[in-house]
């Protein structure tokens, strides 16, 4: 059997097995890869090819962030609200004025993600 099989035979396969799945028909994968001439262990390769097992949809690893979106978007009204003036303030009166309890370096990280240098 060929490792490397054209993609409407995969297409077919992937086909043939979400109609049986979606339908709730029972069956054998091995039947199902024997319908389409494809060996058990690529068979199989192809099924599993379209999942991702590392990444979920959301990341839940590491720690909350410090600095809200909510947080951040009061910061930059209070930037657009006082304009020119508002370069006066220090990253901390930033986070003051926007009653956030966060250092210096982590506004001013937090502020850079809006990447104003680039407009």
Do not use: M, S
């Given at each position: 059997m060929p490792a490397h099989y054209p993609t409407p035979v995969k297409a077919?396969?992937?086909g043939a097995h979400a109609y049986l799945e979606d339908h709730h028909l029972s069956y054998f994968k091995t039947d199902l890869f024997?319908?389409?001439?494809?060996?058990?262990?690529?068979?199989w390769a192809i099924l599993h090819a379209g999942e991702d097992r590392?990444?979920?949809?959301?990341?839940?690893?590491g720690r909350k962030p410090i600095i809200t979106p909510a947080?951040?978007?009061?910061m930059e009204e209070i930037l657009w609200k006082y304009g020119f003036s508002a370069r006066r303030?220090?990253?901390k009166g930033l986070a003051n004025e926007a009653n956030i309890q966060a250092s210096n370096q982590?506004?001013?990280r937090a502020i850079?993600?809006?990447?104003?240098r680039n407009m």
């Open positions: 077919r396969l992937l024997a319908q389409f001439r494809v060996c058990k262990n690529r068979g590392r990444h979920p949809a959301i990341e839940t690893r947080d951040l978007q009061r303030l220090t990253w982590t506004v001013e850079g993600t809006l990447q104003y």
